[in-house]
T-cell receptor, first 115, second 110 residues
């Protein structure tokens, strides 16, 4: 069974540009979580989608947004990129919205570098 | 390999202090973290400590690090019902790899 997949694996953008990251959950999983992992800061919760709706978001500005499609895949959009947006962006999926962390399956991440 | 261990459950009376303990094996750990996960929500970073620090305090939270024993603890003063959650200990060596414990479920007794 395929795990969580993310694309692209690496991305280089310049300040002010916009970026879209993609995530495909494990088949049958309806919840998708997005995390930002900046060097030295650990995982920061960004967004949670379940059944196509945004259920919760972390402490990030509105230029971080996303959506979940009917097939449960998800996109993360970041507008007006800033240097501090450089990070590894991780997507995780789980069976249901009540899944605890150890039921979340993580993708390999997309490394975004903003220059 | 690297490992992070923590007890699975803790019950505390409302108003008392909660102390969640964690041990890790990686002696090259640079950062140690505490995360909180409330029911149906993603992980939220509560606090972190650099490995060259012994203690960090942030309002009701106190983190203690014993680097010699590779022991990390999180103390929550005046525990409230809103503190009911799963608390994850994690460590990293400063690169992308973070090792998580399995989480301690904190249950608040009335």
């Amino acid at each position: 069974e395929a795990g969580v997949t993310q694309s692209p694996t690496h991305l280089i953008k310049t300040r002010g540009q916009q970026v879209t990251l993609r995530c495909s959950p494990i088949s049958g999983h309806t919840s998708v979580y997005w995390y930002q992992q900046a060097l030295g800061l650990g995982l920061q919760f960004l967004l949670w989608y379940d059944e196509g709706e945004e259920r919760n978001r972390g402490n990030f500005p509105p230029r971080f947004s996303g959506r979940q499609f009917p097939n449960y895949s998800s996109e993360l959009n970041v507008n007006a990129l800033e240097l501090e947006d450089s990070a590894l962006y991780l997507c995780a999926s789980s069976w249901s919205s009540s899944g605890s962390f150890d039921e979340q399956y993580f993708g390999p991440g997309t490394r975004l570098t903003v220059t | 390999g690297e490992d992070v261990e923590q007890s699975l459950f803790l019950s505390v009376r409302e108003g008392d202090s909660s102390v969640i303990n964690c041990t890790y094996t990686d002696s090259s750990s640079t950062y140690l973290y505490w995360y909180k996960q409330e029911p149906g929500a993603g992980l939220q970073l509560l606090t972190y400590i650099f490995s060259n620090m012994d203690m960090k305090q942030d309002q009701r939270l106190t983190v203690l690090l014993n680097k010699k024993d590779k022991h990390l603890s999180l103390r929550i003063a005046d525990t409230q019902t809103g503190d009911s959650a799963i608390y994850f200990c994690a460590e990293s060596g400063g690169d992308d790899k973070i090792i998580f414990g399995k989480g301690t479920r904190l249950h608040i007794l009335p």
